[in-house]
């Protein structure tokens, strides 16, 4: 039998988090066979290790790491991230060439962190940042709601600022004044997301997990856009395949 692959190798990725910074690796792959089987493969990779896959013979995600585990088992409930994997083995098995076309016109969400700022050295966060990064394409609006009206007064936005790999990443501050009670959110509007998105105070600031899925979330997201680092490369083999043999 005759197969045929096709590899779009994102990498590196670079991917930073408050605490530190994970280099991620994304390989899309379309598998032909000459019987007319095609097999879509997504692979994450971080800090060179495969993380987690997907593969549209299983339709499914798998993790090797136990965190990767915990997050894939989140993927595979996202109807949104099985769709879009779906729509790629579609691709696939249309044409590679519109794979590619395709595939370098995809949004990347962004990944947002919120956090305080204490400036004046008062034991009350005087400061909001809103941060998001990695997103494409640059348009983008950050904005802030209390109690689900926006905010428009103390409010300081840098511009879009390319974080390299086409991506790009912004900051908004808000300034903190009487908010006891209040429900602060930072809201992002972006091509990548259906509608506006809503990241409220304190709910992201104390779970890591929800941080770590979103950035997960946003690197999954990520393999489908052509980085700077983008190696395409196709392999075909002829007759049998090339299996590796342990001597002995
Ligand atoms: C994808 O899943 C199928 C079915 O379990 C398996 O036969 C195949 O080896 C998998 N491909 C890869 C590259 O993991």
């Not at 971080?46 to 990767?68: C, R």
């Not at 794979?99 to 700022?117: C, G, H, N, Q, Y």
């Given at each position: ?14 991917f ?7 280099f ?5 792959q379309?598998?032909?066979s ?28 798998t ?18 991230f ?22 370098s ?16 050295g ?24 209390r ?7 103390d409010?300081?936005?840098?511009e ?18 009487h ?10 509007e972006?091509?990548s ?18 941080k ?16 700077g680092?983008?190696?395409y ?13 342990s001597?002995?």
């Amino acid at each position: 039998m005759n197969t045929c692959s096709f590899f779009l190798l994102l990498c590196p990725l670079l991917f930073s988090q408050t605490e530190a910074t994970l280099f991620g690796c994304g390989l899309l792959q379309c598998q032909f066979s000459s019987s007319g089987d095609v097999v879509y493969l997504a692979k994450m990779f971080f800090n060179k290790l495969l993380w987690a896959d997907y593969n549209s013979t299983l339709g499914k995600y798998t993790g090797y790491t136990e965190k990767a585990i915990e997050v894939v088992d989140g993927f595979n409930k996202n109807k949104e991230f099985l769709k879009r994997e779906q729509n790629n083995l579609e691709l696939c098995k249309t044409h590679v060439q519109l794979v590619l076309d395709v595939l370098s016109k995809s949004a990347v969400e962004p990944s947002v962190t919120l956090r305080s700022a204490d400036l004046s050295g008062s034991r009350h966060p005087s400061m909001l940042v809103c941060s998001a990064y990695n997103f494409y394409p640059k348009q983008i609006r950050l904005s802030w709601l209390r109690n689900g009206k926006e905010v428009t007064s103390d409010v300081m936005s840098t511009e879009e600022l390319p974080s390299g790999n086409w991506l790009y990443q912004i900051h908004s501050h808000l300034e903190l004044t009487h908010t006891s009670g209040d429900t602060i959110a930072c809201q992002v509007e972006h091509a990548s997301l259906l509608k506006p998105k809503l990241y409220e105070w304190e709910s992201i600031s104390e779970s890591e997990r929800n941080k770590f899925a979103v950035g997960a979330a946003a690197l999954l997201l990520g393999l489908v856009v052509l980085g700077g680092g983008l190696i395409y490369n196709k392999r075909c083999t002829n007759g049998r395949q090339l299996v590796p043999t342990s001597a002995g």
